[in-house]
């Protein structure tokens, strides 16, 4: 059989039109939603704010639900609810977006990186619980691509310790793990309302908890550390309130929240588009041994944020780059996550060093997310399936 040119050696690409490897999904009823507050009296933190949280906590199965402004206000606001400080050391994972461990800097602690396992690349609890010491306050595990962490050690490990656990579940909001939603799980959970995740308010954060105490710190840090809000002021016909903690302005907005509730209200259909999507994947790829396909365990439901493939790089001509490179020719929007945090001349300025994590740093060498997202339609992902076994193909020894 003859073999289809290349676009990155002159032949026609697979597809005309760049496919992202994620985007959001809004339709006219979420443009109706936020409409209806533009012309409301509360622009900002008004009645949609509640009513946002209080269908994302029952959705989530918490008690409460926090919004904030980003998943790294929902981060920094669970690290500083978490009592993380100065003297702390905080264990997370490599295998990350740079935010997950810049929320224990900005509470001025210190960031310990453990190595993850090497099928679901999330966080080995045996490795956290050997860099545990004396300093360490908290483990922010991360659901990395959507599928849920080992919970159940991690927590294990965390009481005999007396740690707190915070979810970085930015790529999980819908994922189950042993039958139980992902929000309720950790001490803290958090996610990100980015274009890119589940579901989205332009930027966004929400963290859950079952705490109340911890509810309580997380609503007055992200409104200044001040003990009310303005609408209940207003209600209450009282100018008086106190500042009792340092805070932030990590509000989100009620045109936000409505455009959030809109959008939960679709999410159940579109975590059903995105494990067909990887199950599409997954099928088309398991022969190929040039490709290893994701490793989903049988005790959880990924929330499919990202479907990352790791090239078996012994059987193929050409490495990540080119191979990223030819994808991308054929106008797949692939990407990588993560190039391991303690890599970045940030954290290498603090001390870290390549080759302490062996596991997150070789996987990160093979890896390549492609597109997944609720929008694609059937002929995206048949695009996409067609592009990587052109460009597999090609390069297979
Ligand atoms: C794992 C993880 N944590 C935190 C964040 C930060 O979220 P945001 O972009 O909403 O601030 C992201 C966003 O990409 C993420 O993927």
């Not at 332009?202 to 911890?214: C, F, H, I, N, S």
Request: aromatic share 10%; with cysteine; hydrophobic share 40%.
């Amino acid at each position: 059989m003859t073999q289809a040119i290349l676009a990155i050696n002159g032949g026609a690409p697979t597809r005309t039109a760049m496919l992202p490897y994620g985007r959001q999904f809004v339709d006219d009823q979420d443009v109706q939603a936020v409409i209806e507050v533009l012309r409301s009296e509360w622009l900002t933190t008004g009645p949609r704010v509640a009513e946002f949280e209080s269908a994302f906590a029952q959705f989530a199965g918490a008690k409460y639900a926090i919004a904030v402004s980003s998943g790294t206000a929902a981060l920094h606001a669970a690290a500083f609810a978490a009592g993380i400080g100065p003297d702390d050391e905080v264990i997370t994972t490599p295998m990350t977006f740079a935010a997950t461990a810049n929320c224990v800097r900005y509470q001025g602690g210190t960031v310990v990186f453990a190595d993850v396992r090497h099928d679901t690349l999330n966080l080995d609890s045996a490795k956290v619980e050997t860099s545990i010491t004396s300093k360490t306050k908290a483990v922010i595990t991360v659901d990395y691509t959507g599928q849920p962490s080992d919970l159940d050690e991690l927590q294990a490990v965390a009481s005999r310790r007396r740690l707190t656990t915070i979810e970085d579940a930015s790529h999980a909001l819908g994922a189950t793990y042993r039958g139980r939603q992902v929000g309720a799980l950790a001490d803290l959970t958090t996610f990100s309302l980015h274009p890119v995740k589940h579901i989205t308010t332009g930027e966004g954060g929400m963290v859950t908890t079952d705490d109340p105490e911890l509810a309580a710190r997380l609503r007055r840090f992200r409104t200044h550390g001040i003990t009310s809000e303005f609408r209940e002021r207003e209600r209450e016909g009282s100018w008086f309130y106190e500042m009792t903690e340092l805070g932030f302005n990590y509000r989100l907005t009620d045109l936000q929240s409505a455009l959030g509730l809109s959008q939960l209200r679709k999410l159940p259909d579109w975590i059903v588009r995105r494990r067909w999507i990887a199950e599409c994947y997954s099928e088309a790829f398991s022969a190929l041994p040039e490709i290893e396909i994701p490793m989903v365990l049988r005790d959880r439901e990924p929330a499919w944020h990202l479907y990352v493939i790791r090239l078996n790089l012994d059987r193929l001509r050409s490495g990540r780059a080119e191979i990223f490179r030819a994808l991308r020719a054929e106008n797949i929007g692939v990407n990588v996550h993560y190039i391991p945090i303690p890599w970045h001349p940030y954290y290498r300025a603090l001390g870290y060093k390549k080759g302490a994590w062996p596991v997150a740093e070789g996987a990160y060498e093979r890896m390549i997310s492609l597109p997944i997202f609720p929008a694609m339609t059937d002929t995206d992902v048949e695009d996409v399936v067609t592009a990587v076994k052109k460009v597999v193909g090609h390069f297979r020894k």
